[in-house]
């Protein structure tokens, strides 16, 4: 965090066991909100550098994060495809978006002349065995 008048550093995001992807302030310029790449989620007193809370949010990294235009909510996008609804001020999850998968609930057990890498992918795509 910079002081822009002074050109100072006020203080730094310490994350020790994983790097922060993405970043997003909360509506009043008091609150950071940063996403990890083991999927957290963290709230930050802007002015202080403190947590004041930490989510797991997304299995693998969360990649975008952003306040809605009215400051209520947060959303973040994961790796894992999900796009998460969050109150911004209690950092309670609401929702769960999901884009539709071109094979979800397809039973593939007993599909015979398909690779093991091919079923791997079909099962990524909403597939079952």
């Not at 997304?58 to 209520?72: E, F, K, M």
């Not at 039973?107 to 015979?112: A, F, K, N, P």
């Not at 002349?113 to 065995?129: I, N, S």
Request: hydrophobic residues 40%; charged residues 25%.
């Amino acid at each position: 965090m910079w002081d822009t008048h002074l050109g100072t550093c006020v203080w730094r995001l310490k994350e020790l066991d994983s790097a922060v992807f993405a970043v997003a302030w909360g509506p009043e310029g008091d609150l950071l909100v940063s996403g990890r790449t083991d999927g957290m989620l963290r709230w930050w007193d802007a002015e202080q550098g403190r947590i004041l809370a930490t989510v797991q949010a997304h299995d693998g990294w969360v990649r975008s994060i952003q306040v809605s235009p009215d400051g209520r909510m947060v959303a973040s996008s994961g790796e894992d495809g999900l796009i998460k609804l969050w109150d911004i001020q209690s950092r309670r999850h609401l929702s769960t978006l999901r884009g539709n998968r071109p094979y979800e609930r397809l039973t593939i057990t007993g599909v015979t002349g398909l690779t093991e890498a091919q079923k791997a992918t079909l099962r990524v795509l909403g597939a079952v065995e």
